[in-house]
């Protein structure tokens, strides 16, 4: 065989690959500081196909310029590498930058030297990952072409290997990954990458499904569940919207006659699993080869199985995004349709949340039976009155979500809609709502903001006593962020111990002498204090820190009472503010016990004071606890008189020893009028025979106006501010020198 024979033997060898790629070209890079080297590489090589294709030759006539070169495009099949460069090891220094650096694991590297004594040892091949490694001299066109052809056969397996490990890689992660929205589709385009890899194609497919869609409800529509390539973005359509028809033709075909179909430009695999079909459309070029058949009949087989469980995967999805009840949208549903609603920036939309009002109750009265048939039937007439104008989501118990123009989305429409009752199973109920708006012209919108925000008007409204909607405004935004900083910082303080507790003096009228004291809790800052605790106690209640608060305060009075109750004119008990979740507490008594015995101290030297609208608001709680208190031995005491609600009757039934009235009726007191309040408590309870305190009094005119009236004790300003514990004890020795002295 001659010289040319044999080169014509080898680059016209039969390959599965030969034809179907005639357009691309084997990048090959040759680096060497000779241009002789590249000249004669070129001549060698000059118009030479192998496997199938044309060579694209490039140079670099240094180390430098190769890595330059190929940190710009890494699509080099082979590389010829001179080993001596810049430096003796500049070839080998490449080597590892192309492997460790640009990580290009399947380029085939040949080394090229002309100086045999500088040939690498055997074990530089493993370190360094070198395919080849030839002297220039012995490389002969013919040996040259046979090392590039063989070099571009190992090239060819590694990336088919490549190829087929990224298509099952990603088919194990869709499987894996099934619950998320677009697992479907995930899993049909790592079947267009193992098939393509498989058959060594460009990816350029369809895989499309008969019987309906996730999101579609015509079971004998053609839709298009996964592509790739040019038509990656028609993922979701229906087939018969494709441009190119031709792509259309074939795939109805392939389902229609329910087998593969091989045309001279395509194939189209036929799938099957149970009534579950589907087609791969696939860019062939050139018609497949008998073996490619065989493979595609193969692969074929064993991927039908799998669009078995489409329809399973489309009801996991299903009940992922929707309301198993009212089959409405979820939450997690909502706040996407929330998401693409404020992307679409039309100020015209509203989000509303309405809460059904007492619905709690009707579960108790009725069952939980009633119950979810009204909530049923609450969807329906929401359904109905959007029309399909907007989304109807329900988003917690008994919340339903809206978005849709204000048109059909604002409190005078929605609440016509509930002016009949709705039907529960046998029942005909009224159904009152709460809601909160949110318009979508407000800051920062994505659609957990626009649910806080509908979120934050609908909790105002359900506090509201007056108004049963709210609309959002970015002030209510603001109070929150300010309350929730305000806990923050509270509880952090209190955890480090920067809280106080302070006393006010509590003086007889009729003799002058101390005959309690107040403790009042205070937070101290380094300019004054923080906040009031008219501020700060309520958000300590409703963050639920309250109860440690309060426990932490009882401790201190007491331990400070036990300080000072054997000094001369010391007061008789300490007054303590106790609050509802501390009642509610079942350890609450037992721990007034505790701290009292822990400080030595009777019962009766401790007072415990609750506001009238406590008393009031769960009377059951409050007569039980207070009873329980009052078998102890403590004095208890209605702070703020006057400002509640509270009934004779109900007066009557609680175990008391003190009302304190309301500072706002003693600052009414002025030349000897408007004390009628005044007037009317200290009255009540000198009939209920109870004592009776003033709180804040400021001058010597509201004193003996409140002396005239048979007021026995009295708070203020003007006989002390609240002070620490160490001020007390200087002021009640003061104050008891100067009553001596008089």
């Known amino acids: 065989m001659t010289g040319s024979d044999e080169i014509d033997s080898l680059i016209d060898d039969d390959d599965p690959a030969k034809g179907r790629h005639g357009s691309d070209m084997w990048q090959i890079l040759v680096v060497d500081d000779d241009h002789e080297v590249h000249a004669a590489t070129d001549f060698a090589l000059h118009a030479v196909r192998i496997l199938g294709r044309p060579l694209a030759i490039s140079h670099a006539h240094s180390a430098m310029e190769a890595r330059e070169m190929l940190a710009a495009n890494r699509d080099f099949s082979v590389v010829l590498l001179d080993v001596v460069m810049e430096t003796e090891d500049a070839g080998l220094a490449m080597v590892g930058y192309i492997r460790d650096t640009l990580h290009m694991p399947e380029c085939r590297i040949i080394l090229r030297t002309g100086q045999p004594g500088y040939a690498p040892e055997l074990s530089v091949f493993n370190d360094y990952d070198i395919n080849d490694y030839r002297t220039k001299a012995e490389l002969t066109r013919t040996r040259l072409i046979t090392a590039i052809t063989s070099a571009l056969r190992s090239y060819e397996q590694i990336r088919t290997i490549a190829e087929n490990r990224r298509g099952l890689e990603m088919i194990v992660h869709a499987a894996a990954d099934l619950m998320e929205v677009r697992a479907i589709n995930t899993f049909a385009e790592g079947v267009l990458t193992q098939v393509a890899a498989l058959l060594k194609l460009p990816l350029d497919g369809i895989v499309c499904a008969q019987r309906g869609s996730p999101c579609a409800t015509d079971p004998d529509r053609l839709y298009i569940v996964g592509a790739a390539g040019r038509l990656a973005s028609h993922i979701a359509e229906p087939l018969e919207q494709l441009d190119d028809k031709s792509v259309v033709a074939a795939i109805e075909g392939c389902v229609t006659s329910g087998e593969h179909r091989f045309g001279d430009d395509h194939t189209v695999v036929y ?220 509880r952090d303080d209190f955890n480090h111990g920067n809280l106080a507790v302070w006393y006010q003096p509590q003086i007889s009228l009729a003799t002058g002498r101390v005959t309690g004291i107040e403790a009042l809790i205070r937070w101290p800052g380094d300019e004054g204090f923080v906040q009031p605790p008219s501020v700060f106690i309520p958000l300590a209640e409703y963050s639920g820190l309250i109860v440690e608060i309060g426990d932490w305060v009882l401790d201190a009075a007491c331990a400070a009472f036990r300080e000072i109750r054997h000094l001369p004119g010391a007061p008789a008990y300490v007054a303590v503010n106790v609050s509802m979740p501390q009642f509610r507490s079942k350890r609450f008594a037992h721990h007034v016990e505790a701290v009292l015995a822990r400080n030595e101290l009777p019962a009766s030297t401790l007072e415990l004071e609750i506001t009238e609208s406590l008393a009031m608001d769960e009377p059951k709680v409050v007569l039980s606890s207070l009873q329980n208190l009052k078998k102890i031995g403590l004095r208890i005491a209605i702070d703020d008189f006057g400002t509640g609600y509270s009934s004779l009757a109900h007066l009557r039934e609680l175990p008391l020893d003190c009302l304190k009235i309301d500072r706002s009726f003693i600052s009414e007191i002025s030349g000897g009028q408007g004390g009628m309040f005044a007037e009317t408590i200290i009255s009540l309870g000198q009939k209920l025979g109870v004592g009776i305190v003033a709180e804040g009094v400021e001058t010597p005119e509201q004193a003996g106006f409140l002396r005239g009236l048979g007021c026995p004790t009295a708070q203020g300003f003007l006989y002390a501010r609240p002070m620490p514990l160490g001020e007390l004890m200087a002021w009640l020795q003061a104050h008891n020198t100067k009553l001596d002295a008089n």
């Open 271 to 490: 799938l099957k699993s149970g009534d579950q079909e589907a087609a791969v459309y696939l860019n062939t070029t050139n018609p497949v080869t008998n073996s490619d058949r065989q493979l595609i009949e193969v692969f074929a087989a064993s991927i039908s199985a799998c669009f078995g469980n489409v329809k399973l995967v489309e009801r996991l999805h299903y009940t992922a995004y929707h309301d198993g009840l009212t089959q409405l949208p979820n939450r997690t549903r909502f706040i996407l349709d929330l998401d693409e609603a404020a992307g679409k920036d039309n100020a015209d939309d509203v989000v509303a949340l309405l809460d059904l009002q007492h619905f709690a109750d009707l579960n108790d009265g009725l069952g939980h039976e009633a119950g979810n048939a009204l909530l049923i039937s609450v969807a329906a007439r929401l359904q109905q009155h959007m029309n399909g104008t907007g989304v109807v989501a329900r988003i917690g118990a008994d919340v339903f979500g809206l978005i849709g123009p204000e048109s059909r989305v604002n409190p005078e429409v929605l609440f016509d809609c509930f002016v009949s009752p709705c039907r529960a199973g046998d029942h005909l109920l009224p159904v009152a709502i709460t809601a909160g708006f949110c318009r979508l012209l407000e800051g920062d919108r994505t659609g957990i903001s626009l649910l806080k925000r509908a979120n934050i008007a609908l909790n105002r409204a359900k506090r509201s006593l007056h108004n049963s909607y709210e609309y959002f405004i970015p002030e209510m935004e603001d109070n929150t962020r300010w309350r929730l900083e305000i806990i923050r910082r509270l």
